[in-house]
């Protein structure tokens, strides 16, 4: 895809900063464009428009919801461990039934994203590389959800202490 194809996006990395309420809302409304700029990338590399939607759809509740709502991160700024704590501890205690071909297609929007990021340059190399070996763990997030879904009596603190939220 040439350059004149790809679709301008005006944002800088701190335009992901928020403090108050009114800067976490305006943050989401950014975080809705980059993902129809995100979505449109994604057609314009050959893909379906119900993959597109699909893996737009996947990272729109990994951004939104886990890195700006809970974990309170600027999302063009990923920190170690973002990905890991999302699929091995967040998505799979805030999913009604986790599943880990659900979590997969969720990987893959998000290595799919941070990999537009980076084509974009708002993100290193250095930082798309530990990103995808982070999501790049199926066999690790597949028993996080089985011994999670096994869990009895007070066995939740030792799953949890495992991989905790809060690095």
Sequence with gaps: MSEEQRPEIGFEHDDFDFTTLEDEL????????????FYQHLQLSGRSPQQASDLAYAVD??????VLDF????????QPGIIKRFAANWFITHTLDPEMAMLERHLEGIREFYRYLHGRHFISRE???????????PDYYRQRIESFLAIY??????????C????
């Design 61 to 66: 509740f990994y951004l939104r919801d886990y």
């Design 127 to 137: 930082e798309l590389t530990w990103l995808e070996q982070e999501a790049a763990q």
């Design 71 to 78: 974990s309170r991160q600027n999302v063009m700024r990923p």
């Design 26 to 37: 305006r943050v989401d409304e950014l975080c809705q464009s980059l993902l129809k700029h």
């Design 164 to 167: 905790p939220l809060k690095s």
């Design 153 to 162: 009596g007070d066995g939740y603190v030792d799953w949890e202490a495992e």
